[in-house]
C-alpha cells in the first residue's frame, strides 16, 4: 500500500531467512496482497518491498511460528530514502485463531526439566496440566492425554496405539531437547491440515542448520544426594520420609552448518540417558509401605517358590532402570529460489523396567508384586519424513510431504518367562485368617479396613498380561497441500493418505494366573482358583491381532481478507477409512445378538466444517476466534481389540474352588476341578485343563468377544473459542512489551467411545433402586464387551493470562484457567476390559455421566525470568515457574467383593469391584436407613463420621467424581551461568542447575502432591446383600469401612535437583 492507502501491484516482495540466506520472491497482485509459503520457522527474517517509484521498505526480526501465518503491512513512500522497520514495531497480525502458546529455542533452554522430558515444556500452556499419577500424561483442555496430537517436523508422533497412557510413543518423548527449535501447543486450530485428535495438538519443529557452524555438547546428573528425602506424612508413609538410592546420568550433543552455503545444510543431535527410578510401594523402608506386610514374610514365600516350584521370584525390586537413547538428523536443500526440499529421520530407542501394577497400600487390600512379576518395556521407534515445499508463480504454491515410521513394542519379564502368574494370600492357611478369625472363603484373600487392615497378597511370576504380548506397527503415507491466491481471496485444497499395519500380540494368561487361599496351599500346591487363556487350534500365534487400514482426508477453505484488519477462512475436512478386512467371525455372538462381531472402521467417514475469524479491532486490540468439528485421535487399540478378543481363536477358561473350598464352581467336575487347581507346579498343566479350554464346546460358546458396534460413530468433537488480545503501550516506566488478554474454549461431544456388556441382562433392582445383572452365560465370567458410543461431554475452559518483557532482561507472566468438565467414559484402558472396568458407575454396565477425572477446577500458573550480561557478553539466566492447580477428582464408591463366576453378587457385573458409586445412608444412628445394614457398629461409626466430616447428602447415591485431591503447588527453577573457553573465542560453557518442587526443598511439608490412585476410585466399604425378594435386593451390608487412601505421590512430592555443563560454539 501507498502512504495513502493505495495499493501497489507488481512490487517484488523477497524474504531472506538471515541465518541461511534461504530466499523467497514473489509479486504483490492488483490489490496490494503477497504471500509467501513453506519458509522455515523462527527467524529473523526480513521482508523487503521494492517498485519502480517508490523507495524499498524492509521489515526487519520477523519471526515466525509453524502453522500461524503472520500479516505483515507495508507502506510504500515515493522515491527517496530506503524504509527499514523492525517488526516489533509494525502492526503485524497473528491470523491464528484458536488459543495456543509458542515456546522458542531460547524459551525451552530455560525450562527446568529434571527429567528431561518435553512434556515440562508443553505444562507452560494455561490449557495443559500434566498428571503425574497417569505416566505424566497431558492433559489438555480437560481431555485424555492419549487424544493429544505430538508431531514433529509434520510427523505425527503420538502413540497412535494407546498403550502408553502419557500419550508419547515412549516415555520421555522422541527427540533431544536440545534439537528443538520451536514448539506449539494449540487447543483448537481450525485450519482443515489440521486434524486426528480431541485433545490438543503439540508440535514440534526442529532445528535445521545455517550458514554458520553451531555445535553443544552437554552431561547432567542428578542423584539420591541431590533429592529430597521427606515429604508431609500420609497412610501409606506416616514417618514422611523416603528414601532413595539412585543415579541419573544423561548426555548428548547437537551439530549442525552449511555442506555448501547458501544451498545445502545439515544439524544432527543426540542424547542418552540412564536412570534408576527408586520403586514408591515396599515394605517398612520405601516410600508407600504395604499393610500387614514383613520381609520375613516375603522371604518365607520366596524360600516356597524356590524349593517347591524351582522358581526364583527376585524379591522385593528396589528400582527400576530406564535408559533412552535417541537422534535425530535433518537435511535442508535449497533446490532454486522457490523450491525447497527437507529431509529428518528420528530415532528413538527407549527401554523402561515397569511394575506390573498389582501392589496396593490399600488396607483392605494390601498387596505387593515381587520383582519377578514386573518387567522390561524396551520401544524403538524409527521415523522419516520429507517435504518440498514449492512456489510455482506468486499466486499458486504447494507443500508435497511423505512419510514411514515403524514401532516396536515387546516386553520382557524379570524372571524366569516360562512360567504361571501366582497370586499368594498371607493368610496362614484355609481355615484361618492372618488376623486369626475364621477363614469362611476359599477363593478370597481376608478382607480388612482402615483400622484392622486385611491380609496381604505377594505376585510373583511373569504377570498375566505379558504372556503373549508385543505390539508392532508400521505406517507410511503422503500429503499435499495447494494454495493460491485470487485478489482477496486465498483458496486450499489438501488430500492425504496414510496406511497402518498392525501386529497385537495379547492373550493374558496364556502361561496360566493361579490364586493361593493361604501359605499353607501355596506350599501343598493347592490353589483356590486358575485362569488360563489359549488358542483353540494349540497355536498361539492364531490368537494375533493382525489388521491394517488407510485413511485418507480431503479437504479445502477459503481465507478471505476484504481489509487489512479482517480474516475469515472457511473450510471443510473428510476423514474416511477403508483396506480394513473384518475381525473373524464368531458365530456364538451373532446367534446371541442377531448381528456379528465383525464391524469395523472400513468405509467410515467423518465430514468436519471449519470456520474461524480474526479481527484487527484497532492497533492493539485484536478478536479471534472459530467454530469447527475435529475427528480421529482414539487410540488404535480400540478398534484392535475386535481383533485380538473375537472368541474365535483364542478362548479362556476360569476354574475356581466353592467358598467352602470343597469342589469348584459352575458345574466343573469333581476331576477336572482337581486336575486343574492340584499338584500345581506352575510351569505345565493337566491335560484335562488343556482339553478343557480348547475342545469343550460350553467353554468355546461362551468366550470373551470385544465388538465394535454396527452403527458406530467414528469419534468427533466440536470445538469452539474465542480469544481477545491487548497490547498496551503505556507512558514512563511500565512502557511496552504487554501482552493482556483472555480465551474462552467450549468443546463438546459430537460422538465419544463407550464400552457395555452386551452379556448382561436385567434381573431386579437393588436397593437404590439401579439395575442388577445376572449373565446370558451364568456359568462363565466372560463379557462380550461392545464399543459404541456417547454422545454426553464437555469442557469448558476460561483462561485470563497477562506477561511482559521490560527491556532490561525482565520477564513476567500469569495466568488463571478454570474448567467445568464433564463426560461418561473416560477411555483411560489399554484393553476394553480395562477400559470398562475403570470407570465409576451408577448403572452396573454403563460408565456414569458426570464431572471427569481430566478436571482441574482452578490452576494459576506464573514465571519470572531474566537474564542478563554481568560479565562481558556471558549471561547470568535464571527462571522460575510455578503452578497451584486443584487436585484431580475421585469418586467414593463400594466393592462388590464376593462374586460367582467372576460376577459380583450384589450387582451381577464382572470386571472391577470396585467401581460403584457409593450409596449415602442416612447415619443419624445405625438403623436409620432400611435399606442399609451393617456387620459391626465398629463400621458404621466409621462410615458416620466420614459421611458428617465430608457432608455428604445422605439417602442417595454420591456423584460420579464429587470428591477432590487436596490442590498442589509446585514451584521449579532454572539457573544458568555462561563462561567463557579459553582460545575459542565463539565458545562458552554453561553451567546449570534444574530444581523441580522448591517448596519441598524449603518445607518438607510443602510441595507434596497427594491423590487417590489412578483410576481415581476410593471405595469405602464392601457391599453384600443383606436381604432380597426374588431377583431384587432389598438392603445392602457395608462392612471393612476403609477412609480414601488420599496419599502422597511418593518421589513427585520431593524436590529434585539436575546439575550439568554443556559447551557450546
Same mark, same amino acid.
Given at each position: 500500500?501507498?502512504?495513502?492507502?493505495?495499493?501497489?501491484?507488481?512490487?517484488?516482495?523477497?524474504?531472506?531467512?538471515?541465518?541461511?540466506?534461504?530466499?523467497?520472491?514473489?509479486?504483490?497482485?492488483?490489490?496490494?496482497?503477497?504471500?509467501?509459503?513453506?519458509?522455515?520457522?523462527?527467524?529473523?527474517?526480513?521482508?523487503?518491498?521494492? %517498485?519502480?517509484?517508490?523507495?524499498?521498505?524492509?521489515?526487519?526480526?520477523?519471526?515466525?511460528?509453524?502453522?500461524?501465518?503472520?500479516?505483515?503491512?507495508?507502506?510504500?513512500?515515493?522515491?527517496?530514502?530506503?524504509?527499514?522497520?523492525?517488526?516489533?514495531?509494525?502492526?503485524?497480525?497473528?491470523?491464528?485463531?484458536?488459543?495456543?502458546?509458542?515456546?522458542?529455542?531460547?524459551?525451552?533452554?530455560?525450562?527446568?526439566?529434571?527429567?528431561?522430558?518435553?512434556?515440562?515444556?508443553?505444562?507452560? @500452556?494455561?490449557?495443559?496440566?500434566?498428571?503425574?499419577?497417569?505416566?505424566?500424561?497431558?492433559?489438555?483442555?480437560?481431555?485424555?492425554?492419549?487424544?493429544?496430537?505430538?508431531?514433529?517436523?509434520?510427523?505425527?508422533?503420538?502413540?497412535?496405539?494407546?498403550?502408553?497412557?502419557?500419550?508419547?510413543?515412549?516415555?520421555?518423548?522422541?527427540?533431544?531437547?536440545?534439537?528443538?527449535?520451536?514448539?506449539?501447543?494449540? $487447543?483448537?486450530?481450525?485450519? $482443515?491440515?489440521?486434524?486426528?485428535?480431541?485433545?490438543?495438538?503439540?508440535?514440534?519443529?526442529? &532445528?535445521?542448520?545455517?550458514?554458520? !557452524?553451531?555445535?553443544?555438547?552437554?552431561?547432567?546428573?542428578?542423584?539420591?544426594?541431590?533429592?529430597?528425602?521427606?515429604?508431609?506424612?500420609?497412610?501409606?508413609?506416616?514417618?514422611?520420609?523416603?528414601?532413595?538410592?539412585?543415579?541419573?546420568?544423561? !548426555?548428548?550433543?547437537?551439530?549442525?552448518?552449511?555442506?555448501?552455503?547458501?544451498?545445502?545444510?545439515?544439524?544432527?543431535?543426540?542424547?542418552?540417558?540412564?536412570?534408576?527410578?527408586?520403586?514408591?510401594?515396599?515394605?517398612?523402608?520405601?516410600? =508407600?509401605?504395604?499393610?500387614?506386610?514383613?520381609?520375613?514374610?516375603?522371604?518365607?514365600?520366596?524360600?516356597?517358590?524356590?524349593?517347591?516350584?524351582?522358581?526364583?521370584?527376585?524379591?522385593?525390586?528396589?528400582?527400576?532402570?530406564?535408559?533412552?537413547?535417541?537422534?535425530?538428523?535433518?537435511?535442508?536443500?535449497?533446490?532454486?529460489?522457490?523450491?525447497?526440499?527437507?529431509?529428518?529421520?528420528?530415532?528413538?530407542?527407549?527401554?523402561?523396567?515397569?511394575?506390573?501394577?498389582?501392589?496396593?497400600?490399600?488396607?483392605?487390600?494390601?498387596?505387593?508384586?515381587?520383582?519377578?512379576?514386573?518387567?522390561?518395556?524396551?520401544?524403538?521407534?524409527? =521415523?522419516?519424513?520429507?517435504?518440498?515445499?514449492?512456489?510455482?508463480? %506468486?499466486?499458486?504454491?504447494?507443500?508435497?510431504?511423505?512419510?514411514?515410521?515403524?514401532?516396536?513394542?515387546?516386553?520382557?519379564?524379570?524372571?524366569?518367562?516360562?512360567?504361571?502368574?501366582?497370586?499368594?494370600?498371607?493368610?496362614?492357611?484355609?481355615?484361618?485368617?492372618?488376623?486369626?478369625?475364621?477363614?469362611?472363603?476359599?477363593?478370597?484373600?481376608?478382607?480388612?479396613?482402615?483400622?484392622?487392615?486385611?491380609?496381604?497378597?505377594?505376585?510373583?511370576?511373569?504377570?498375566?498380561?505379558?504372556?503373549? *504380548?508385543?505390539?508392532?506397527?508400521?505406517?507410511?503415507?503422503? @500429503?499435499?497441500?495447494?494454495?493460491?491466491?485470487?485478489?482477496?481471496?486465498?483458496?486450499?485444497?489438501?488430500?492425504?493418505?496414510?496406511?497402518?499395519?498392525?501386529?497385537?500380540?495379547?492373550?493374558?494368561?496364556?502361561?496360566?494366573?493361579?490364586?493361593? /487361599?493361604?501359605?499353607?496351599?501355596?506350599?501343598?500346591?493347592?490353589?483356590?482358583?486358575?485362569?488360563?487363556?489359549?488358542?483353540?487350534?494349540?497355536?498361539?500365534?492364531?490368537?494375533?491381532? =493382525?489388521?491394517?487400514?488407510?485413511?485418507?482426508?480431503?479437504?479445502?477453505?477459503?481465507?478471505?481478507?476484504?481489509?487489512?484488519?479482517?480474516?475469515?477462512?472457511?473450510?471443510?475436512?473428510?476423514?474416511?477409512?477403508?483396506?480394513? =478386512?473384518?475381525?473373524?467371525?464368531?458365530?456364538?455372538?451373532?446367534?446371541?445378538?442377531?448381528?456379528?462381531?465383525?464391524?469395523?472402521?472400513?468405509?467410515?467417514?467423518?465430514?468436519?466444517?471449519?470456520?474461524?475469524?480474526?479481527?484487527?479491532?484497532?492497533?492493539?486490540?485484536? +478478536?479471534?476466534?472459530?467454530?469447527?468439528?475435529?475427528?480421529?485421535?482414539?487410540?488404535?487399540?480400540?478398534?484392535?481389540?475386535?481383533?485380538?478378543?473375537?472368541?474365535?481363536?483364542?478362548?479362556?477358561?476360569?476354574?475356581?474352588?466353592?467358598? %467352602?473350598?470343597?469342589?469348584?464352581?459352575?458345574?466343573?467336575?469333581?476331576?477336572?476341578?482337581?486336575?486343574?487347581?492340584?499338584?500345581?507346579?506352575?510351569?505345565?498343566?493337566?491335560?484335562?485343563?488343556?482339553?478343557?479350554?480348547?475342545?469343550?464346546?460350553?467353554?468355546?460358546?461362551?468366550?470373551?468377544? *470385544?465388538?465394535?458396534?454396527?452403527?458406530?460413530?467414528?469419534?468427533?468433537?466440536?470445538?469452539?473459542?474465542?480469544?481477545?488480545?491487548?497490547?498496551?503501550?503505556?507512558?514512563?516506566?511500565?512502557?511496552?512489551?504487554?501482552?493482556?488478554?483472555?480465551?474462552?474454549?467450549?468443546?463438546?461431544?459430537?460422538?465419544?467411545?463407550?464400552?457395555?456388556?452386551?452379556?448382561?441382562?436385567?434381573?431386579?433392582?437393588?436397593?437404590?433402586?439401579?439395575?442388577?445383572?445376572?449373565?446370558?452365560?451364568?456359568?462363565?465370567?466372560?463379557?462380550?464387551?461392545?464399543?459404541?458410543?456417547?454422545?454426553?461431554?464437555?469442557?469448558?475452559?476460561?483462561?485470563?493470562?497477562?506477561?511482559?518483557?521490560?527491556?532490561?532482561?525482565?520477564?513476567?507472566?500469569?495466568?488463571?484457567?478454570?474448567?467445568?468438565?464433564?463426560? &461418561?467414559?473416560?477411555?483411560?484402558?489399554?484393553?476394553? %476390559?480395562?477400559?470398562?472396568?475403570?470407570?465409576?458407575?451408577?448403572?452396573?454396565?454403563?460408565?456414569?455421566?458426570?464431572?471427569?477425572?481430566?478436571?482441574?477446577?482452578?490452576?494459576?500458573?506464573?514465571?519470572?525470568?531474566?537474564?542478563?550480561?554481568?560479565?562481558?557478553?556471558?549471561?547470568?539466566?535464571?527462571?522460575?515457574?510455578?503452578?497451584?492447580?486443584?487436585?484431580?477428582?475421585?469418586?467414593?464408591?463400594?466393592? @462388590?467383593?464376593?462374586?460367582?463366576?467372576?460376577?459380583?453378587?450384589?450387582?451381577?457385573?464382572?470386571?472391577?469391584?470396585?467401581?460403584?458409586?457409593?450409596? +449415602?445412608?442416612? +447415619?443419624?444412628?445405625?438403623?436409620?436407613?432400611?435399606?442399609?445394614?451393617?456387620?459391626?457398629?465398629?463400621?458404621?461409626?466409621?462410615?458416620?463420621?466420614?459421611?458428617?466430616?465430608?457432608?455428604?447428602?445422605?439417602?442417595?447415591?454420591?456423584?460420579?467424581?464429587?470428591?477432590?485431591?487436596?490442590?498442589?503447588?509446585?514451584?521449579?527453577?532454572?539457573? /544458568?551461568?555462561?563462561?567463557?573457553?579459553?582460545?575459542?573465542?565463539?565458545? &562458552?560453557?554453561?553451567?546449570?542447575?534444574?530444581?523441580?518442587?522448591?517448596?519441598?526443598?524449603?518445607?518438607?511439608?510443602?510441595?507434596?502432591?497427594?491423590?487417590?490412585?489412578?483410576?481415581?476410585?476410593?471405595?469405602?466399604?464392601?457391599?453384600?446383600?443383606?436381604?432380597?425378594?426374588?431377583?431384587?435386593?432389598?438392603?445392602?451390608?457395608?462392612?471393612?469401612?476403609?477412609?480414601?487412601?488420599?496419599?502422597?505421590?511418593?518421589?513427585?512430592?520431593?524436590?529434585?535437583?539436575?546439575?550439568?555443563?554443556?559447551?557450546?560454539?
Amino acid at each position: 500500500m501507498t502512504a495513502n492507502g493505495a495499493a501497489v501491484a507488481g512490487a517484488t516482495v523477497t524474504v531472506t531467512h538471515l541465518p541461511s540466506g534461504t530466499k523467497a520472491v514473489t509479486r504483490s497482485g492488483a490489490d496490494g496482497a503477497f504471500s509467501a509459503s513453506g519458509l522455515r520457522v523462527g527467524g529473523p527474517f526480513t521482508v523487503v518491498v521494492s %517498485s519502480p517509484g517508490y523507495a524499498d521498505s524492509t521489515v526487519t526480526d520477523i519471526q515466525l511460528v509453524a502453522g500461524q501465518p503472520l500479516a505483515v503491512p507495508f507502506a510504500l513512500e515515493p522515491e527517496g530514502q530506503e524504509i527499514v522497520v523492525s517488526a516489533t514495531r509494525t502492526n503485524t497480525v497473528n491470523l491464528a485463531a484458536g488459543p495456543s502458546t509458542n515456546i522458542t529455542r531460547q524459551q525451552i533452554a530455560s525450562v527446568a526439566t529434571v527429567g528431561r522430558d518435553i512434556r515440562d515444556i508443553v505444562r507452560r @500452556d494455561p490449557f495443559a496440566t500434566i498428571d503425574p499419577g497417569q505416566s505424566r500424561g497431558v492433559m489438555i483442555a480437560g481431555q485424555n492425554a492419549r487424544l493429544n496430537k505430538f508431531s514433529v517436523d509434520g510427523l505425527r508422533f503420538s502413540d497412535n496405539f494407546g498403550l502408553n497412557v502419557g500419550g508419547l510413543p515412549t516415555a520421555r518423548g522422541p527427540v533431544p531437547i536440545d534439537a528443538i527449535e520451536q514448539m506449539s501447543v494449540k $487447543i483448537a486450530p481450525f485450519d $482443515i491440515s489440521e486434524g486426528d485428535f480431541q485433545g490438543g495438538a503439540v508440535n514440534v519443529v526442529l &532445528r535445521s542448520g545455517t550458514n554458520d !557452524y553451531h555445535g553443544s555438547g552437554f552431561y547432567t546428573f542428578s542423584s539420591d544426594g541431590l533429592t529430597g528425602s521427606k515429604t508431609k506424612p500420609g497412610i501409606a508413609n506416616p514417618s514422611g520420609r523416603i528414601n532413595l538410592d539412585f543415579k541419573s546420568k544423561n !548426555y548428548g550433543g547437537f551439530l549442525s552448518g552449511p555442506i555448501i552455503k547458501d544451498k545445502l545444510f545439515l544439524a544432527v543431535s543426540y542424547e542418552h540417558l540412564r536412570e534408576g527410578t527408586p520403586i514408591q510401594i515396599g515394605t517398612a523402608g520405601f516410600p =508407600s509401605v504395604v499393610p500387614n506386610l514383613t520381609d520375613a514374610q516375603i522371604s518365607n514365600v520366596s524360600s516356597i517358590a524356590q524349593s517347591i516350584y524351582n522358581y526364583d521370584t527376585l524379591g522385593v525390586q528396589q528400582s527400576t532402570i530406564e535408559t533412552d537413547e535417541k537422534w535425530t538428523v535433518k537435511a535442508d536443500w535449497n533446490i532454486t529460489t522457490g523450491q525447497r526440499l527437507s529431509a529428518t529421520w528420528i530415532h528413538n530407542n527407549s527401554n523402561n523396567s515397569a511394575t506390573a501394577g498389582f501392589s496396593s497400600t490399600v488396607p483392605a487390600t494390601p498387596a505387593l508384586g515381587l520383582q519377578s512379576d514386573n518387567y522390561r518395556r524396551p520401544e524403538k521407534v524409527d =521415523s522419516y519424513v520429507a517435504q518440498l515445499n514449492s512456489d510455482w508463480s %506468486s499466486k499458486f504454491h504447494t507443500e508435497i510431504r511423505g512419510n514411514y515410521r515403524k514401532y516396536d513394542l515387546t516386553p520382557v519379564p524379570f524372571g524366569e518367562f516360562n512360567f504361571a502368574q501366582m497370586q499368594v494370600c498371607l493368610d496362614p492357611n484355609a481355615t484361618t485368617q492372618q488376623n486369626g478369625a475364621a477363614n469362611s472363603n476359599a477363593t478370597l484373600c481376608s478382607q480388612g479396613s482402615t483400622a484392622a487392615p486385611g491380609a496381604a497378597r505377594l505376585y510373583l511370576g511373569p504377570d498375566r498380561f505379558r504372556h503373549f *504380548n508385543y505390539v508392532r506397527t508400521k505406517q507410511y503415507g503422503g @500429503d499435499i497441500a495447494m494454495r493460491w491466491e485470487a485478489g482477496q481471496f486465498s483458496m486450499k485444497l489438501t488430500a492425504a493418505w496414510s496406511h497402518l499395519d498392525v501386529a497385537n500380540a495379547f492373550t493374558s494368561d496364556a502361561l496360566g494366573t493361579y490364586y493361593f /487361599d493361604s501359605v499353607a496351599d501355596f506350599q501343598n500346591r493347592r490353589a483356590g482358583s486358575v485362569t488360563l487363556a489359549g488358542s483353540v487350534t494349540g497355536n498361539l500365534l492364531d490368537t494375533l491381532a =493382525s489388521f491394517k487400514y488407510d485413511q485418507y482426508t480431503v479437504g479445502g477453505q477459503v481465507a478471505w481478507d476484504p481489509s487489512s484488519n479482517l480474516n475469515v477462512t472457511a473450510g471443510v475436512r473428510t476423514d474416511m477409512y477403508g483396506g480394513i =478386512s473384518a475381525p473373524p467371525l464368531n458365530n456364538f455372538f451373532s446367534a446371541r445378538y442377531g448381528f456379528t462381531n465383525q464391524s469395523a472402521i472400513n468405509g467410515k467417514e467423518v465430514i468436519q466444517p471449519r470456520l474461524q475469524a480474526t479481527w484487527k479491532v484497532t492497533p492493539t486490540v485484536r +478478536v479471534r476466534g472459530g467454530i469447527g468439528l475435529f475427528a480421529g485421535g482414539s487410540p488404535d487399540v480400540f478398534v484392535g481389540n475386535s481383533y485380538s478378543v473375537s472368541g474365535v481363536y483364542a478362548n479362556s477358561v476360569t476354574i475356581t474352588r466353592n467358598l %467352602s473350598g470343597v469342589g469348584c464352581q459352575g458345574g466343573i467336575s469333581d476331576a477336572l476341578c482337581s486336575a486343574a487347581l492340584d499338584n500345581v507346579n506352575g510351569r505345565t498343566f493337566n491335560t484335562a485343563l488343556t482339553d478343557y479350554l480348547r475342545t469343550n464346546t460350553g467353554s468355546l460358546s461362551v468366550a470373551n468377544v *470385544n465388538a465394535m458396534d454396527p452403527h458406530y460413530h467414528l469419534e468427533s468433537t466440536w470445538k469452539s473459542s474465542l480469544s481477545v488480545d491487548w497490547t498496551p503501550k503505556f507512558e514512563g516506566f511500565l512502557g511496552g512489551g504487554w501482552n493482556v488478554g483472555g480465551d474462552i474454549y467450549y468443546g463438546w461431544v459430537n460422538y465419544a467411545p463407550i464400552y457395555k456388556d452386551l452379556r448382561l441382562r436385567q434381573i431386579g433392582v437393588t436397593p437404590d433402586g439401579r439395575p442388577r445383572y445376572a449373565s446370558l452365560t451364568s456359568t462363565s465370567a466372560n463379557t462380550d464387551l461392545l464399543l459404541t458410543n456417547s454422545r454426553d461431554g464437555y469442557s469448558l475452559v476460561s483462561v485470563a493470562r497477562l506477561d511482559k518483557n521490560f527491556d532490561f532482561g525482565l520477564g513476567l507472566g500469569v495466568s488463571y484457567t478454570y474448567q467445568d468438565v464433564k463426560d &461418561r467414559s473416560s477411555m483411560n484402558g489399554t484393553t476394553a %476390559s480395562g477400559t470398562y472396568g475403570q470407570n465409576a458407575m451408577l448403572d452396573p454396565n454403563i460408565a456414569a455421566y458426570g464431572t471427569s477425572i481430566y478436571e482441574i477446577k482452578n490452576s494459576i500458573k506464573f514465571h519470572v525470568d531474566f537474564d542478563h550480561a554481568f560479565f562481558g557478553d556471558y549471561k547470568t539466566r535464571f527462571s522460575l515457574f510455578g503452578e497451584r492447580r486443584s487436585g484431580i477428582p475421585y469418586s467414593l464408591t463400594m466393592a @462388590d467383593t464376593v462374586a460367582t463366576q467372576g460376577h459380583g453378587n450384589v450387582f451381577g457385573v464382572a470386571g472391577s469391584n470396585n467401581r460403584f458409586l457409593l450409596y +449415602v445412608p442416612n +447415619v443419624s444412628s445405625i438403623t436409620a436407613d432400611p435399606l442399609v445394614s451393617y456387620d459391626s457398629t465398629a463400621t458404621f461409626t466409621s462410615l458416620q463420621n466420614f459421611v458428617q466430616t465430608n457432608k455428604l447428602k445422605q439417602g442417595q447415591t454420591v456423584g460420579k467424581n464429587t470428591m477432590r485431591a487436596p490442590s498442589w503447588f509446585k514451584i521449579d527453577l532454572h539457573v /544458568d551461568q555462561e563462561i567463557p573457553v579459553p582460545v575459542i573465542r565463539s565458545g &562458552r560453557i554453561k553451567l546449570f542447575a534444574d530444581m523441580e518442587n522448591v517448596l519441598n526443598m524449603i518445607n518438607k511439608n510443602w510441595g507434596s502432591l497427594r491423590q487417590v490412585s489412578f483410576p481415581y476410585l476410593a471405595s469405602v466399604v464392601n457391599v453384600t446383600c443383606a436381604a432380597t425378594s426374588g431377583n431384587n435386593c432389598t438392603q445392602y451390608r457395608y462392612s471393612s469401612f476403609s477412609n480414601p487412601a488420599v496419599d502422597n505421590v511418593g518421589r513427585v512430592s520431593l524436590y529434585a535437583i539436575r546439575v550439568g555443563a554443556k559447551f557450546e560454539f
